[in-house]
T-cell receptor, first 110, second 116 residues
Framework: KQEVTQIPAALSVPEGENLVLNCSFT??????LQWFRQDPGKGLTSLLL?????REQTSGRLNASLDKSSGRSTLYIAASQPGDSATYLC?????????FGSGTKLNVKP | GAGVSQSPRYKVAKRGQDVALRCDPI?????LFWYQQALGQGPEFLTY????????KSGLPSDRFFAERPEGSVSTLKIQRTQQEDSAVYLC??????????????FGQGTRLTVV
């Protein structure tokens, strides 16, 4: 069974810092990987989707990388803002199913 | 609609009561998933539909849980004789793809079920 682990579980940084969230998975035979953010009481907002053949995707201040062979992905957030405060979830897609990490809870202090 | 819609948003049930949670996927999406998210945890897979066919129900925690998608669009997750451990957020997702190469999924806002 695919296991997805996210480190750290929680992170608190001052506004303006660059930061990296880590995701690792045990089965490298994935189709793609997606990063979401989850705000309290709200659903999941898709941030970046990386196909298995890709190595990275960028959107604004966000950059996600994927290394399938080592079973790792990172989400880089540049110049963090208080509005970035949320839980970030890494989701790995296998056939007919996707597996979630337990998330990194980010707090960006003004 | 523009996105995946779930109803109700919040549900409080007395222990032993039956509940039904509804998911309206994005129109035309083939795949539909249900996930259960306990407080402070990542979502856990419950079941998967491809059109009206329930291809995987391996994540349903007990026979009190039942899901259907009779016409390949709207889906209902039913929980019979609710127990306190059923308290969680139930997320529904849909995707336009089927089978291998399953790509992006779109999530609803979830239904928060509290069993008292």
């Amino acid at each position: 069974k695919q296991e997805v682990t996210q480190i750290p579980a929680a992170l608190s940084v001052p506004e303006g810092e660059n930061l990296v969230l880590n995701c690792s998975f045990t089965d490298s035979a994935i189709y793609n990987l997606q990063w979401f953010r989850q705000d309290p009481g709200k659903g999941l907002t898709s941030l970046l989707l990386i196909q298995s053949s890709q190595r990275e995707q960028t959107s604004g201040r966000l950059n996600a990388s994927l290394d399938k062979s080592s079973g790792r992905s990172t989400l880089y957030i540049a110049a963090s803002q208080p509005g970035d405060s949320a839980t970030y979830l890494c989701v790995v897609y296998n056939f007919n199913k996707f597996y979630f990490g337990s998330g990194t809870k980010l707090n960006v202090k003004p | 609609g523009a996105g995946v819609s779930q109803s109700p948003r919040y549900k409080v049930a007395k222990r032993g009561q039956d509940v039904a949670l509804r998911c309206d996927p994005i129109s035309g999406h083939v795949s539909l998933f249900w996930y259960q998210q306990a407080l402070g945890q990542g979502p856990e897979f419950l079941t998967y539909f491809q059109n009206e066919a329930q291809l995987d129900k391996s994540g349903l925690p007990s026979d009190r849980f039942f899901a259907e998608r009779p016409e390949g669009s709207v889906s209902t997750l039913k929980i019979q004789r609710t127990q306190q451990e059923d308290s969680a957020v139930y997320l529904c997702a849909s995707s336009p793809q089927r089978g291998p190469g399953l790509t992006e999924a779109f999530f609803g806002q979830g239904t928060r079920l509290t069993v008292v």
